[in-house]
């Protein structure tokens, strides 16, 4: 009975310990050795106590930090080696290193887990939520002394109840409080105040069954005994045998007595009535000397256990300090109840402010909260509970609500049941409620943010590591993204890598591998596709976090896979339309640049064309250059085909606009089109049925077909094919009118469409990126000039090309041109040579231009029609002339482009002088894009550079008459 209250009274001393520990928030290495230094005083035979933390393998590197930064810079989790020192420990799940020691000693770190006696201590601790005692095991500290037992107490993050008998929630399991005991010392003192001499006895750990582990061996105090009487005392005749079950362990306790006391209390026949009266007389004598030191040694134990009361009370009421606990005492039958001071102050008032009886306490708690609360403590006083535990909310002094957590038990009942006495504690919680309100806030968001992933593109996915890379989880939302849905995927009836897309599998293997053996914690792959279980194809974006076992092993894959098909498809789209733009502008500034060097040419070649021609003029029939001089002007008129070209490609040739019928120039054109293309190909031609006409150049629309069909023949070769030519009706809309050239500016609407269709060799991307550039050709003996040509022609008609091609299969070219009802009239295109019949003037022209060539060329030519001229260098010297001389200048023939003052600006000028003066002007460009605002302020006419004497004169007798 001795035993089993010491071992009870140690217990006792570590659950208040254990209760100290979980009713604080934090509790300081001061803290702790202010709250064990009484407990070692009252019980020596401990020798020492520790704090013992758990720690996740996760959070040992940030627990070790935070413990060095702290001051003590050589702490680590330890281990003993199998050569007895202290090594860091291996790496594991968890650990429970040794954090506070009193008294202190170097064994701090120490891994309780790294012992297998205290290691199965802590997981049984954390089983069943009890505290346990170890089998004999050596003393951290202690070398060299008998073995000890340890003492291990758990400690909860929060638990329920006052007892130990609550449910064991391993994952609320804060550390491990532990104590070794000199099991020897409390033998000792027992077996001083209760056996008498000679007698023998042996403590074994019997746990595990017989034959058990020895714990502590006395050998009576009066003599010695060898290890042989060891052996006897198991075999002794005269045992006593008694089992003692001690937290989680069983102990065997044997005694017998010593071979001495038998032989002085033997028999012997002479002095039987001798020794029998005398060992009566001893025994009375012994027995009443006995029961008075009984009686002195009970007196001092009352006495010890008075003063042990009165420090176990100020031990309470420093644990209840520390806890930050309000204790109250209730004496059901007189309705008083006796509060402390913490019980007052937690609700803001002062001692004696509130009445202590139970009714006080009824008017303080909520009115929403008093009926669940009342219910809940006469369960308990009912005796239906084995204890009462309540949070509710109590009014303090200056009006808020404060939260309690209200603890209590009946400690005491009558007879019948009824309770006399209930005793419990307050403690305010109000910041743990606050800060539930904020969890379950964060909870609902989450939640919420959780629903997103039910419907939305992002699919949750935790992959196994290997070859396959097997799901093991997916979000719910994978059956309308991926289409399997989620059992599919678990089952493993569909693996992840099976619906990669075949050709991005290798590099998504490969991205894996290299980020995995970095050693990242997360990464993020290039966009890939997968396939759908319906076929279709998704791009997704894959954002990933690798889990790593214990050793630090990559063990599993999670991450999120976003269908991003449309950001891609609108990506595509974008640089499509920037890759058309940045061709169109490119196609722009070349037809800018083909445009300046037509004009600049046609300058040029209007002196040669000019002076050739009144050369030829002047020249007889017979003349021996004459042929000479005519082979200049054939070869001049040439020259300025090509730049009428170059004119066309910048969308600034020349247009005679009418309505025309598609269908008639093709069939008109036919016979020459089958003349013009291979004797190995077919020709087709399909038409289109009542076609509308369209507004457009009649001669410009015979070359884009003559072109093509040319081109579509050369690509050909010598080889077997089709040309189809097809004509037809169709509508445009946006979208299809974004996938063509020379879109930019078209209508949704009806079109004519003029088709060529070939079988030859097709284009790769990189021919057909470049078909409409100026001086790109992929012919041996090709200017580059005819597609280039073309594209301006459709561009003049406001028109759009869809070019379909492939290496090695054909290509089928396609030009759109606006369905245009209208009634404009036509403007007529110079022939260089009309053939005019002779004509001459009479009167002054003034002629301005700033090239000196042509201003001469001019000069003799309007002198051979008859006129008289005067000329000037640019627009502002031909203001200040006809400032002088307006009435007697007839004509005017205008450059357009001049330093100092344009052609456009001086044309204002002088009709601002004499408003009815006859205008022509003259440019390297046609009419339609140089005059069309000049036109509508009153020009008279205009002629284009190049020209001959007779388009000079045609242009003069129209403006000036016969």
């Known amino acids: 009975s001795i035993i089993e209250r010491e071992i009870e009274a140690h217990l006792n001393e570590l659950h208040a ?164 005991m000199d099991l020897g010392g409390i033998m000792e003192e027992v077996t ?49 045998t008694k089992s003692l079950d001690v937290a989680g362990r069983r102990w065997l306790i044997t005694c017998t007595p010593a071979p001495y ?51 176990s009370e100020e031990h309470l009421e420093l644990a209840l300090h520390g806890a930050d606990l309000g204790v109250w005492d209730w004496n059901v039958q007189s309705d008083d109840v006796a509060f402390n001071e913490r019980w007052v102050t937690m609700l803001g008032y002062e001692v004696g402010e509130i009445e202590p009886h139970s009714s ?25 509970r084995d204890h009462y535990e309540a949070e509710y909310r109590m009014r303090s002094k200056s009006g808020s609500w404060v939260w309690i957590l209200d603890r209590g038990r009946v400690v005491q009942r009558d007879q019948e049941g009824r309770p006399l006495r209930v005793a419990g504690t307050h403690l305010d919680i109000t910041d743990r409620k606050e800060a539930e309100k904020r969890i379950d806030a964060a909870n609902r968001a989450l939640l919420e943010e959780q629903s997103l992933f039910k419907k939305g593109p992002a699919v949750i996915f935790k992959w196994l590591r290997g070859p396959e890379w097997s799901v093991e989880y997916v979000s719910e939302n994978a059956l309308d993204v991926i289409g399997y849905d989620v059992q599919s995927w678990i089952s493993g009836e569909i693996t992840y890598s099976e619906i990669v897309f075949p050709e991005d599998l290798e590099r998504v293997r490969k991205e894996v591998a290299s980020f995995t053996d970095l050693g990242v914690s997360s990464f993020e792959h290039k966009p890939y596709r997968l396939v759908r279980k319906d076929g279709g194809i998704i791009w997704v974006a894959d954002f990933t976090t690798v889990w790593r076992d214990p050793d630090g092993e990559p063990a599993h894959y999670l991450g999120y896979v976003l269908d991003i098909t449309e950001r891609k498809r609108a990506e595509e789209q974008k640089q499509e339309a920037e890759a058309r733009v940045r061709h169109a502008q490119k196609l722009e500034g070349l037809g800018v640049l083909a445009g300046g060097i037509a004009h600049d040419f046609n300058n040029i070649l209007t002196g040669i064309l000019g002076n050739a021609d009144l050369a030829l003029h002047e020249l007889g029939p017979q003349a021996p250059v004459r042929r000479n001089v005519e082979e200049i002007v054939s070869a001049s008129l040439h020259a300025a085909g090509l730049a009428r070209q170059m004119l066309a490609y910048s969308g600034k040739g020349s247009f005679v606009v009418g309505p025309i019928d598609i269908n008639r ?51 050909i070769g010598d080889e077997n094919g089709v040309i189809v030519l097809r004509t037809g009706k ?64 459709v561009r003049g008609h406001g028109g759009a090309i869809k070019i379909d091609t492939e290496e090695g299969t054909g290509t089928t070219i396609r030009f759109l041109f606006p369905v245009v009802e209208s009634e404009a009239g036509v403007t007529e295109a110079l022939d260089p040579r009309p053939g005019l019949q002779e004509w001459s003037g009479s009167g002054t022209i003034l002629v301005v231009d700033d090239d000196a060539m042509i201003r001469g060329l001019a000069t003799r030519m309007l002198e051979h029609l008859g006129f008289e001229v005067i000329t000037a260098s640019d627009g502002q010297e031909a203001v200040e002339i006809f400032k002088d001389r307006a009435q007697m200048i007839a004509c005017v023939l205008l450059d357009l482009t001049m330093p100092r003052m344009g052609g456009e600006e001086a044309f204002a000028e002088m009709r601002g002088i004499r408003a ?47």
């Not at 790294?114 to 089998?135: D, K, N």
């Not at 009576?220 to 060891?230: F, L």
């Not at 012994?286 to 134990?301: D, F, K, M």
Request: aromatic content about 8%.
């Open 17 to 180: 310990l254990r209760r100290f520990w979980e009713n604080s928030d934090e509790v300081t290495e001061h803290e702790f050795r202010h709250f064990v230094a009484p407990i070692r005083v009252r019980h020596l035979d401990f020798a020492g106590f520790v704090w013992a933390p758990r720690v996740l393998d996760a959070d040992r590197f940030t627990f070790e930090e935070k413990i060095r930064g702290a001051g003590n810079e050589e702490y680590a989790i330890r281990e003993t080696s199998p050569a007895g020192d202290m090594v860091e420990a291996g790496r594991r799940e968890q650990y429970f290193p040794i954090l506070f020691r009193e008294p202190p000693h170097d064994s701090l770190g120490w891994d309780l887990l790294s012992e297998p006696e205290r290691s199965a201590a802590v997981a049984l601790v954390r089983e069943t939520g009890l505290a346990v005692i170890t089998g004999p095991t050596d003393c951290i500290g202690r070398p060299g002394r008998e073995p000890s037992v340890i003492f291990c107490e758990p400690v909860f993050k929060a638990l329920k109840g006052n007892d130990r008998g609550e449910s064991p929630r391993s994952s609320e399991l804060m550390g491990v409080i532990a104590s070794s």
């Open 192 to 240: 001083q105040a209760v056996l008498p001499a000679g007698i023998h006895y042996l403590i074994q750990d019997v746990t595990g069954g017989t034959p058990g582990v020895p714990l502590h061996f006395h050998v009576s105090r009066t003599e010695e005994t060898d290890a042989g009487e060891v052996e006897a005392l198991r075999g002794s005749p005269l045992v006593f």
């Open 261 to 311: 006391f038998l032989d002085q209390h033997g028999s012997n026949t002479r002095w039987v009535g001798l020794a029998a009266g005398l060992f009566l007389t001893v025994f009375f004598v012994g027995w009443l000397q006995r029961e008075q030191s009984r009686a002195a040694g009970v007196e001092s134990l009352v006495e010890l256990r008075t003063e042990a009361l009165k420090e």
């Open 360 to 384: 006080s306490w009824g008017k303080l708690v909520h009115p929403e909260d008093l009926a669940d609360v009342e219910a809940v403590l006469q369960a308990h006083l009912d005796g239906r």
């Open 665 to 715: 120039i093709v069939r008109e054109m036919s016979d020459l089109l089958r003349a013009a293309s291979s004797k190995k190909v077919v020709f087709r031609c399909e038409f289109g049925d009542d076609l509308p006409s369209i507004d457009g150049d009649e001669t410009q629309i015979r070359q884009i077909v003559l072109n093509l069909v040319t081109n579509a023949s050369e690509a």
């Open 730 to 793: 169709q509508f445009c809309d946006r979208e299809f009118l974004k996938g063509s050239y020379l879109h930019e500016d078209q209508e949704e609407g009806p079109y004519i469409f003029l088709e060529v269709s070939d079988t030859g060799c097709g284009m790769d991307e990189k021919t057909k990126s470049r078909i409409f550039d100026p001086f790109f050709t992929t012919k041996f003996a090709g200017r580059g000039l005819g597609m280039a040509a073309v594209l301006g022609i």
């Open 916 to 962: 009815d003066v006859p205008v022509i002007l003259s440019s390297g460009y046609n009419k339609e894009v140089v005059a069309e605002e000049i036109s509508a302020k009153g020009l008279a006419g205009f002629v284009q550079k190049p020209y001959v004497l007779e388009t000079l004169a045609h242009v003069l007798k129209k403006v000036l008459g016969p």
